[in-house]
C-alpha cells in the first residue's frame, strides 16, 4: 500500500511539472502571436497612420482573420496603446537603471541617453506612432501614457540634479536641459536612416556625447 501511494505522489508531481510546462508553453504562444499582431499593426500604423488602417488591413498581413486579432486584443485602440506604451516603458527603465547603477552621474547619464537612444532607433515605428498618434489615444490611456511621460522627464531632471550636486555638471534650468535632451533624442525618429553612414551604435554613441557636452562642466 505504501508503494503504491509513493506511485500516486510521483504521478501526481509529474502530471503537475507537465501542466506547469504546458502552461507555460501555452503562455509563450499568445505572447508570440501578439506580438506580431503588434508588430504588424505598428508597421501599417507607420505607413498609412491609424486612422488610415483596418484591423481588415491587419489581418491580411498577418495571413489571418479578424477574429485572429480579437482574441488577443479587444480593438485597435488597444494595439495603439499598447503599442505607444512600449518606447515610453522603456525609457524610464533606462533612467531606473542608470539612477540604480555605479559610476559616476556622466557615466551614467552617456548609459542611459545610449539606451533611450538605441530603443528610439530599433523601434523607429512605435516612436513615431506614440508621437503622431496622440490625439488618437484612448481617454484612459491617454492619462496612463501622459503619467509615464511626466516619470520619464522627472527621472531624467534628478539624474541631472544628481550631477550638478556632484559638481560635474552645470545647468542653468535643469527642467529645461531635460525637456530639451529628450525633445533631440525622441525626435531622431525623423531623421533616422537604418541604411544611413552611420551604424546604430554609433549614433547612439555620438548622442551620448552631444548631451555630455551640454551639461558638463567646463574644465
Not at 538605441?118 to 488618437?136: G, M, P, S
Request: with cysteine; aromatic share 8%.
Amino acid at each position: 500500500m505504501a508503494g503504491q501511494g509513493e506511485s500516486g505522489d510521483r504521478a501526481a508531481a509529474g502530471g503537475g511539472r507537465m501542466s506547469r510546462r504546458s502552461g507555460a508553453m501555452r503562455d509563450e504562444v499568445i505572447a508570440f502571436k501578439r506580438e506580431r499582431i503588434l508588430e504588424e499593426a505598428a508597421a501599417a500604423f507607420y505607413e498609412h497612420g491609424y486612422q488610415g488602417t483596418t484591423l481588415e488591413a491587419v489581418a491580411t498581413r498577418l495571413g489571418v482573420t479578424k477574429p485572429f486579432i480579437y482574441y488577443h486584443f479587444r480593438n485597435k485602440a488597444e494595439i495603439l496603446s499598447e503599442i505607444c506604451r512600449r518606447g515610453i516603458t522603456e525609457a524610464v527603465a533606462a533612467l531606473d537603471a542608470a539612477q540604480a547603477g555605479e559610476g559616476t552621474p556622466d557615466q551614467r547619464l552617456a548609459a542611459a541617453i545610449e539606451a533611450i537612444t538605441r530603443t528610439v532607433l530599433e523601434q523607429q515605428a512605435y516612436t513615431a506612432i506614440y508621437f503622431r498618434e496622440e490625439k488618437n489615444y484612448p481617454a484612459d490611456d491617454a492619462v496612463e501614457l501622459n503619467r509615464r511621460r511626466k516619470a520619464f522627464d522627472h527621472k531624467l531632471s534628478a539624474l541631472l540634479e544628481e550631477g550638478v550636486a556632484a559638481g560635474v555638471f552645470e545647468i542653468e534650468d535643469v527642467r529645461l536641459t531635460a525637456l530639451a535632451i529628450g525633445g533631440m533624442i525622441s525626435w531622431a525618429f525623423t531623421w533616422y536612416n537604418p541604411r544611413g553612414r552611420l551604424s546604430t551604435a554609433e549614433i547612439c554613441r555620438r548622442m551620448a556625447g552631444l548631451v555630455l557636452r551640454m551639461v558638463r562642466r567646463p574644465e
